[in-house]
């Protein structure tokens, strides 16, 4: 019986041990994110561009996708550089990956189309 116990409580301890992968990758959003909300010019907005499509293409996180965010993200900064239909395209993928963005996103796409 004792040696039960102990058998429980090491494998207990090893479980607690292992790490688990997050569910997203952030890349470098942070700082270039940063950078481009201090700057705004244009070398910040090519830097976080840049950000958004390694975030997009080079997710290594447990899902396996961009986390939440980044589509609607990406969609607005293109928006302000005048790319409206890659900008919509960003948007509407926001919507298909997290439909609880919706009531946001939708606005935007709205005000895309007036």
């Given at each position: 019986m004792?040696?039960?116990i102990?058998?429980t409580?090491?494998a207990?301890?090893?479980?607690?041990c292992?790490?688990?992968k997050?569910l997203y990758?952030?890349?470098q959003?942070?700082?270039?994110?940063?950078?481009y909300l201090?700057n705004?010019?244009?070398?910040?907005?090519k830097e976080l561009?840049?950000?958004?499509?390694q975030?997009?293409e080079?997710?290594?996180g447990?899902r396996m996708?961009?986390?939440?965010?980044?589509f609607?993200?990406?969609?607005?900064?293109?928006l302000?550089?005048g790319k409206?239909?890659e900008a919509?395209?960003?948007?509407?993928k926001e919507?298909?990956?997290?439909?609880?963005s919706?009531p946001?996103v939708?606005?935007?796409?709205?005000?895309?189309?007036?």
């Open positions: 004792k040696r039960l102990i058998f409580v090491d207990l301890l090893l479980v607690s292992v790490t688990t997050p990758t952030w890349g959003y942070e700082i270039t994110s940063y950078n201090k705004s010019d244009e070398k910040a907005t561009i840049a950000t958004f499509n975030i997009i080079k997710q290594r447990s996708v961009a986390p939440p965010g980044i609607a993200d990406y969609g607005f900064i293109l302000q550089e409206t239909k919509k395209a960003m948007l509407l919507i298909d990956l997290y439909p609880e919706a946001f939708s606005r935007i796409l709205k005000m895309i189309e007036e």
